[in-house]
């Protein structure tokens, strides 16, 4: 029901190689948020995406919600080893948020 | 003042005591969480406020009492807590009609 499924798990990938990690909902969200984790450290905001087809841009990263609002994405170009931790996309709704399950980054030099 | 913080960093406690993990925000945010994390989990809303009013109540065991004094600060009193209980506890503040929320580093609980 409230569940949004991400995906991969795990990623590795080369130092200045691309990556991209996903979001789905068999539900129309209202918005979606993106949020990384450094390891060790705690969740960091990055962004909203809230309107059909949005695609936003943050230096080398961009962020894109579908145009049926059930998925999204965010894509790192030319990773660099600052990029690792865990990126969550989460789904509000009320005062809740609801977490996927994260994607794991590790990118080696 | 951009920054949620938690105190303490670190808590080791047994099963008979009694903490209270403390956080803190001064960016005006009006709703304040409490959320729990296991290691290579995602976070897990535990309890919400709005206007310092409890709103959200995961089903949170009642060996855990939010408390929210005023505005800007949120408490989580611990009582009887059992080992599986051992997470990460984060604190996060927002505007009620969110946008994102911003997170304390957490305060890292081991019950023994």
């Known amino acids: 029901g409230q569940q949004v499924m991400q995906i991969p798990q795990y990623q590795h990938v080369q130092e200045g190689e691309d990556f991209t990690t996903y979001c789905n909902s068999s539900?129309?969200?209202?918005?979606i948020q993106w949020y990384k984790q450094r390891p060790g450290g705690h969740p960091v905001f990055l962004i909203q995406?809230?309107?059909?087809?949005e695609v936003k841009k943050q230096k080398r990263l961009t962020f894109q919600f579908g145009e049926a609002k059930k998925n999204s994405s965010l894509h790192i170009t030319a990773t660099q080893t600052t990029d690792v931790g865990t990126y969550f996309c989460a789904r509000e709704y009320g005062n809740k948020l609801v977490f996927g399950a994260g994607t794991i980054l590790r990118v080696k030099s | 003042d951009t920054e949620v913080t938690q105190t303490p960093k670190h808590l080791v406690m047994g099963m008979t005591n009694k903490k209270s993990l403390k956080c803190e925000q001064h960016?005006?945010?009006?709703?304040m969480y409490w959320y729990k994390q296991k290691a290579k989990k995602p976070p897990e809303l535990m309890f919400v406020y709005s206007y310092e009013k409890l709103s959200i109540n995961e089903s949170v065991p009642s060996r855990f009492s939010p408390e929210c004094p005023n505005s800007s600060l949120l408490n989580l009193h611990l009582h009887a807590l059992q080992p599986e209980d051992s997470a990460l506890y984060l604190c996060?503040?927002?505007?009620?009609?969110?946008?994102?929320?911003?997170f304390g580093p957490g305060t890292r609980l081991t019950v023994l």
């Open positions: 995406l809230v309107k059909s087809g």
């Open positions: 539900t129309t969200l209202s918005n």
């Open positions: 960016m005006g945010h009006r709703a």
């Open positions: 996060a503040s927002s505007q009620p009609v969110a946008g994102g929320q911003f």
